[in-house]
């Protein structure tokens, strides 16, 4: 089972003369990763907008005859729904008469969205699959403003080339998870940039109530804090609100989804199209909220103590995104397959009965998460590398190693230069300790001696093994790795 770390982890090294490659390799018992260092995106471009053409298929899940399949109630089973501002939403969702257009909101504060964003993705993706349209908004103009919703402190101002670099990484993700389906992405900029405050104040701010906007949850907690709350944080609600408006009325779009903590923005949405567009009951525009992501703890899940995990494999690569989610609990994976897959509830049913059975392998409900969700945000190609390099990183596979799969993941664990004549015919126990892989050479022999080092994933019997040619792979690279003998490490 996913239970706690073994008191000593596994631990693979690659050493060649130009890097040596130190990570860590977690057996079927662990429930931690350490997180590579994060890369910035060097290239910016100012994102607008992007229709991403290709027709998504229908899911066999989701296919009804002659009417839509409720998106809400789907939802609902799931344990995805927190909350809709009309019980009329749900039976708009299975009629044929029309079909609903849906958007969610993502800030550009960071150069990747991460793991709370992908909740908003995959509600958008059960819209779709449900025969409904999608927006996915990159918020270029609300960004520049912070808001303040789950927040104790104002969030740091983001300059224009920091705010661009970040635009570009996110509309990057969404064309890779969306790059088979009709969702169309849109950037907030567009229509605020020309927008005056005396304006903003004319055509919004007098349909606005100081009442009300002071009564949200997130404004009254920050009110309440030390820190206080900022004009340009507390007119976040009416930016919101006022592309819920906008989106209604030039885009069609009536319905906006988010966190639980957005709905405060969200109904500020909804009471502006309502004063100010006045729209029949017949053309509402419609909230759905949903749960945050947390463990059974009830601590945020998707931070880890390195940071978040992105969805952009320039800052996360597929490989360390897959092991994030095979290494998560067994209390919690149950939930997870619900919430960020779409595989049948029968299924997944079916893999918690599995997990209750004698003989149930561990973690094999775990490792179908980590394979449903690292293929719907890197795709197929992500997914092969992410399991290839798992695997050849697996002290005592039988995977054939090679340079190519090893510079894939080169960047995801820490590394240092040895020259060649520092590697070749050197003893096997000095270059372990030399490489930090021991911190003695006793106990190196130890673990020797106990079956748990292997070099290329073989295990190493004598002592006196020194590095010859044939085993530096492709000429390039060394793999040294150092287990408790008998270990069973999956991946």
Known sequence: MAAAAAAAAPRTLLCSHQKLIISSIYSTTTSKITHPFLHRIKNSAFFSSIRCVHQLQSDPQTQTHGRHPNVVDILERRGFLESITSDNLRSLASSNEKTLKVYCGFDPTAESLHLGNLLGIIVLSWFLRCGHQAVALIGGATARVGDPSGKSIERPELDIDTLEKNILGISKTFSTIFGSSNVVILNNYDWWKDFSFLDFLKQVGRFARIGTMIAKESVKKRLESEQGLSFTEFSYQLLQGYDFLYLFQNKGVNVQIGGSDQWGNITAGTELIRKILQ?????EAYGLTFPLLLKSDGSKFGKSEDGAIWLSPSMLSPYKFYQY???????DVIRFLRILTFLDLEEIDELEKDMKRPGYVPNTAQRRLAEEVTRFVHGEDGLNEAVKATEALRPG????????????????????????????????????????LFESKSAARRLLKQGGVYLNNNRVDSESKRI??????DDKVLLL???KKNKDIES
């Not at 729209?279 to 053309?283: A, I």
């Not at 989610?325 to 209390?331: G, K, L, M, N, R």
């Open 279 to 283: 729209p029949d009951s017949d053309n």
């Open 325 to 331: 989610f095979f290494s998560v609990p067994d209390a």
């Open 397 to 436: 596979a039988e995977t054939k190693l090679d340079w190519k799969t090893i510079e894939a993941i080169a960047e995801d664990v820490p590394s240092c230069s040895l020259a060649y004549d520092q590697v070749l015919n050197v003893s096997l126990v000095d270059l372990s300790v030399s490489a930090g």
């Open 468 to 473: 010859e040619p044939q085993d530096i792979v």
């Open 481 to 483: 790795s150092a287990g």
